[in-house]
C-alpha cells in the first residue's frame, strides 16, 4: 500500500503516520525528517537544506526528488509506505507519478486532512518532541506528563527551529502556494480523500482507519 498525508504544515501528517505505523505493516517516509537528519549531521545535503527551511521555504525540487528515488527504492520500503510531506509540488508529484512506474508500483490513495489556519499556527508554535525517539507532543493539547520530559523514553524535548511565529506563517503561504494545487492534481486522479483534520487525533484516526481498510480489500 502507498499512500500519500497530504495537508498543510501542523495539519497532523506525523501525529497520524505514528498510529498507522502501529497498526499495519507499512513504514512512514517524511522528508522533514530525513532533511532535519541531514542538518543534524552537518553534511552537505543538509547544509543545503537549513538554508531553505530555516525561512520556512521548500528545499529545491531536483534535490527532493532524487532523495526521494533513493529512499524508495530501498528494502524496507518494499511492503508499502506513507510518504509524509512529499510530494509537495506539482513537479515533485509528477516525478512521483513516473517513478512509481518505473518501480512498477501505484498509488493507492492521497488523504488530505483539512484544518483551518488559524488552528494550525496555534499547533505549531506549541509543538515539542523528543530529542531521543521523535514523538510529538503539544503543550497546549497533549502536554507531556512531566514538563520537558518524554513520556515514553525520558528524552529531552525540543523544539523545531522553523516552529517560531515568522516561520510558521511563511511556511502557510508557502504551502498555498506551491502545495495547495496537489489536492486538485489527485482529485481529479479520483484517489483523494478529505477528511475534517480539525478533531481531535483519535476521531481523525477513525476515518483514516476506515479508509485504509476499504483499500485493503
Ligand atoms: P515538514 O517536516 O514536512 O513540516 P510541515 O509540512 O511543515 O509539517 P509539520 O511536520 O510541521 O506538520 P504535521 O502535519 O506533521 O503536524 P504534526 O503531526 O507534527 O517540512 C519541514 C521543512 O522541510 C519544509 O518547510 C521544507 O523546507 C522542507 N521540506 C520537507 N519536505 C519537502 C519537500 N517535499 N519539498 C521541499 N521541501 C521540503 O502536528 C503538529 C502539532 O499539532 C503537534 O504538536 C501535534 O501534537 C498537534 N496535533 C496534531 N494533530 C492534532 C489534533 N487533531 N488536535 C490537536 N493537536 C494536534
Ligand atoms: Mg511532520
Ligand atoms: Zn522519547
Partial sequence: MILILLGAPGAGKGTQSERIIEDYNIIQISTGDILREEVK??????????SYMDKGELVPD???IGMMENRLKQ??????????????TIAQAEALDKLLEKLGKKLDVVINLEVPFDVLVNRLTA???CSVCKKTYNLIFSPPKIEGVCDVCGG???RRDDDNEETVKNRLNVYLEQ???LIDYYKEKGILKNIDGNRSPDEVYNDIKNILENIKK
Wanted: charged residues 35%; aromatic residues 6%; neutral net charge.
Fill in 156 to 158: 529531552r524535548l525540543v
Fill in 179 to 181: 502545495t495547495q494545487p
Fill in 75 to 88: 528494502d524496507d520500503a518494499q511492503n508499502g509506505v506513507i510518504l509524509d510531506g512529499f510530494p509537495r
Fill in 62 to 64: 531536483d534535490i527532493i
Fill in 127 to 129: 509543538r515539542v518532541y
Fill in 41 to 50: 549531521k552537518e553534511t552537505e545535503l543538509g547544509k543545503i537544506a537549513k
